[in-house]
């Protein structure tokens, strides 16, 4: 997989991307100086959901502004069933082929280290048509759609040139 794809995407479609934004989603989320002082669960290391005094939930997590960036869809599994503790729940899983050229063009590369700046946990919003810019699909939250895993690949020439960003959905209850 991505061995041919070195010298441009095939297939290009848009995708939206929110990216997390770590250093806000840290900040204590009440403000209030509570028992809380970050967003992130000390265990889990993921954001954690607060729920106020009228029961309102509200998530820790906070983002980056959106970006959309071109990439090549493959797909691995779409809203297959697969069974939980608490009935059927839909599992979604596919692979974007980013080019570092166009991650440069959006500022996505770090500039000292050369590392894309996607990342595991960023979230994946919807897919347009790049010639059209016709909305495609939007994809739903919760469970939502993340980056689980962006692994760069090297070409002939010795070149990083795509990214691998495999996508997924949160589980909505424990497996049975």
Same mark, same amino acid.
């Not at 770590?22 to 992130?40: H, M």
């Not at 596919?94 to 570092?100: D, K, V």
């Not at 040139?161 to 949160?170: G, M, S």
């Given at each position: 997989?991505?061995?041919?794809?070195?010298?441009?995407?095939?297939?290009?479609?848009?995708?939206?991307?929110?990216?997390?934004?770590?250093?806000?989603?840290?900040?204590?989320?009440?403000?209030?100086?509570?028992?809380?002082?970050?967003?992130?669960?000390?265990?889990?290391?993921?954001?954690?959901?607060?729920?106020?005094?009228?029961?309102?939930?509200?998530?820790?997590?906070?983002?980056?502004?959106?970006?959309?960036?071109?990439?090549?869809?493959?797909?691995?599994?779409?809203?297959?069933?697969?069974?939980?503790?608490?009935?059927?729940?839909?599992?979604?899983?596919?692979? @974007? =082929?980013?080019? /570092? #050229?166009?991650?440069?063009?959006?500022?996505?590369?770090? !500039?000292?280290?050369?590392?894309? &700046?996607?990342?595991?946990?960023?979230?994946?919003?919807?897919?347009?048509?790049?010639?059209?810019?016709? @909305? =495609?699909?939007? /994809? #739903?939250?919760?469970?939502?759609?993340?980056?689980?895993? !962006?692994?760069?690949?090297?070409? &002939?020439?010795?070149?990083?040139?795509?990214?691998?960003?495999?996508?997924?959905?949160?589980?909505?209850?424990?497996?049975?």
């Amino acid at each position: 997989m991505g061995l041919g794809y070195g010298g441009r995407l095939i297939e290009k479609f848009d995708f939206e991307v929110a990216r997390l934004d770590t250093g806000s989603t840290n900040e204590d989320p009440t403000g209030n100086g509570d028992t809380i002082d970050s967003g992130y669960d000390p265990d889990f290391g993921e954001p954690i959901v607060t729920t106020d005094g009228q029961g309102k939930r509200t998530p820790a997590r906070k983002e980056l502004p959106v970006v959309r960036i071109p990439a090549q869809f493959e797909t691995i599994d779409i809203e297959m069933l697969q069974q939980m503790a608490n009935g059927s729940s839909p599992n979604t899983k596919f692979n @974007l =082929i980013m080019h /570092f #050229r166009y991650l440069k063009k959006l500022a996505l590369v770090d !500039a000292t280290t050369g590392e894309a &700046l996607i990342r595991p946990r960023d979230r994946i919003i919807a897919v347009y048509a790049h010639r059209t810019n016709k @909305l =495609i699909q939007t /994809f #739903r939250a919760p469970p939502g759609i993340f980056v689980t895993q !962006a692994a760069p690949q090297l070409q &002939l020439g010795q070149q990083r040139t795509i990214l691998i960003v495999t996508c997924e959905d949160r589980e909505l209850g424990t497996r049975g």
